[in-house]
C-alpha cells in the first residue's frame, strides 16, 4: 500500500512538472535570451497565443495585439499608424514582430523597453496613445478571462505556481513567450546564408553587394539587420523627438533605434511615422541612400525583397488560433 502511494505521488509530480522548451532553430542559432523569471513552456506559449489573438485584452472588446500586428503582413499592418480604441491617433507605425526575440532594445524610441514582457505592457495600459486602453481596468483582465473555464485551465497550467491567478503580469509574461517563438529565418537570404548558392536571384545578390558597399550594413548589421541602436538619418523636421522624449537630450532629438529589415518589402508604409509610401522612397530618405543610381537602387530593392520569409507569414504556429482547450473557437 504504502508502495502504490509513494508511486502515485511520484507521477502526480511528474504530470505537473512542464516538459522543458524544445527550440526548433536552424543549425548554428543560439536559442533568443529568456528571462529567468518567465521561463518558456508549451503551456505559456499556446496561452500567449490565444491572448495575442484575444480582443477582450482591450477596453471595449475591439482590438487585440494582432488586430495592428497581422501575420501575412510580417506582423506589420497596411496602415500609416493605427487608431486605439478610443480613437486615439498612432503616433508610430506599426513595426513586424519577426525575430523580436532576438532585439535587445524594442520599439522605435523606448529605451526602457528591453524585454517583450515589460513592451506588451505599452499598447496595453500605456497612454501615448491610448492603444488598448485597459489603464485603470487591470482588475478586469482577471474577471474577463476568468469568466472562460478555458482559459482559467490554461493559466494554471501556465503558471503552476500562480495557483490560477489570472493577471495583468500573466498576460504579459505568457504573451513575451508566444512572441519568443515568432522566429523567421526562411528567406531566401537565409538560404543563402546557410550556404544556397543559388538561393539569392542574380539581382538580388548584386543588390547584396550595393548594401555593403555604400554601408548599409554599418547600421542594418548582424543577422536580423538592425544594430539595436538610435540613429538620426535625416535632417529634423519631423514633430517625434524620437529618443529625446525619454532622455530628455538635445542631441537625441530625431534618433530612432534601427528597425529591422527581415520582411522589409511587405512591412510598409514605412519610417517611424508610416511617411514613406514606397519602400524606395524609405531608402532615399537616408543619406547614404539619396544618391544611389536608378540601377543601384533596382538592384537593392531585390535583395530587400529577398529578405522575405514566406513560410513566417503563413506558419500556422503564429495564426489565429482556431481551437483552445481542444474545443473549436
Ligand atoms: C493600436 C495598434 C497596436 C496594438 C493593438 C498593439 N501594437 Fe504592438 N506596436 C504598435 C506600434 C505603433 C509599435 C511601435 C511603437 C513605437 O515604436 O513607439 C508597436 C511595437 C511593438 C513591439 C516592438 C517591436 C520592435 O521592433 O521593437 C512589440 C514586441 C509589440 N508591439 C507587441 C505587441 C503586443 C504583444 C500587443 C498586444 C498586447 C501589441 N503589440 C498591440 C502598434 C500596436
Ligand atoms: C546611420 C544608420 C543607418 C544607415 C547607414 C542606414 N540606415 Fe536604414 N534606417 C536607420 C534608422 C534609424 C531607420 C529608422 C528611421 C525612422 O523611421 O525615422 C532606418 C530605416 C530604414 C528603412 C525603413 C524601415 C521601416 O520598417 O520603416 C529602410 C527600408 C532602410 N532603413 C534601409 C536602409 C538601406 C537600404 C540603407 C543603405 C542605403 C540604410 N537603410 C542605411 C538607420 C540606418
Redesign the pocket.
Known amino acids: 500500500m504504502k508502495v502504490f502511494l509513494a508511486a502515485a505521488a511520484l507521477s502526480l509530480f511528474a504530470a505537473a512538472a512542464p516538459p522543458p522548451w524544445q527550440w526548433s532553430l536552424p543549425r548554428g542559432i543560439a536559442p533568443p535570451p529568456v528571462p529567468p523569471e518567465n521561463p518558456m513552456s508549451q503551456a505559456r506559449v499556446e496561452l500567449g497565443r490565444l491572448l495575442?489573438y484575444d480582443a477582450d485584452?482591450s477596453a471595449d472588446g475591439t482590438?487585440a495585439?494582432a488586430?495592428?500586428?497581422e501575420q501575412k503582413r510580417g506582423f506589420a499592418d497596411g496602415n500609416a499608424?493605427?487608431l486605439?480604441v478610443h480613437g486615439d491617433p498612432?503616433?508610430?507605425?506599426?513595426?513586424g514582430?519577426a525575430n523580436?526575440a532576438w532585439?535587445p532594445r524594442?520599439?522605435?524610441?523606448?529605451p526602457s523597453a528591453t524585454t517583450?514582457e515589460m513592451?506588451?505592457l505599452i499598447?496595453?495600459v500605456g497612454e501615448r496613445p491610448v492603444?488598448?486602453g485597459m489603464k485603470g481596468l487591470e482588475a478586469q483582465i482577471g474577471r474577463r478571462l476568468g469568466a472562460n473555464p478555458c482559459y482559467r485551465r490554461m493559466f494554471r497550467r501556465a503558471f503552476p505556481q500562480g495557483r490560477g491567478r489570472i493577471d495583468l503580469a500573466g498576460v504579459a509574461a505568457a504573451?513575451a513567450a508566444f512572441?519568443r517563438t515568432m522566429v523567421a529565418f526562411d528567406s531566401p537570404n537565409d538560404r543563402f546564408m546557410a550556404g544556397d548558392e543559388t538561393a539569392l536571384s542574380a539581382d538580388a545578390l548584386r543588390g547584396k553587394a550595393v548594401f555593403d558597399r555604400v554601408g548599409c550594413a554599418v547600421c542594418h548589421g548582424g543577422r536580423d539587420f538592425t544594430d539595436a541602436a538610435y540613429h538620426r538619418v535625416e535632417a529634423v523636421g519631423g514633430r517625434d523627438p524620437g529618443l529625446a522624449e525619454h532622455t530628455g537630450q538635445q542631441v537625441d532629438i530625431g534618433r530612432f533605434r534601427t528597425?529591422?529589415l527581415r520582411n522589409v518589402s511587405i512591412t510598409g508604409p514605412w519610417w517611424h511615422d508610416g511617411s514613406a509610401s514606397r519602400l524606395e522612397l524609405a531608402v532615399r530618405r537616408h543619406g547614404k541612400g539619396a544618391g544611389l543610381s536608378a540601377r543601384d537602387m533596382g538592384l537593392l530593392l531585390a535583395f530587400l525583397d529577398d529578405l522575405t520569409d514566406r513560410t513566417f507569414l503563413a506558419d500556422p504556429q503564429f495564426s489565429r488560433p482556431d481551437r483552445a482547450c481542444g474545443k473549436p473557437l
Open positions: 495575442f485584452l482590438l495585439c488586430g495592428c500586428h499608424t493605427h486605439g498612432g503616433r508610430r507605425n506599426v513595426p514582430l523580436v532585439l524594442l520599439t522605435y524610441a523606448d517583450l513592451q506588451a499598447p496595453l492603444e488598448m504573451l512572441q528597425p529591422s
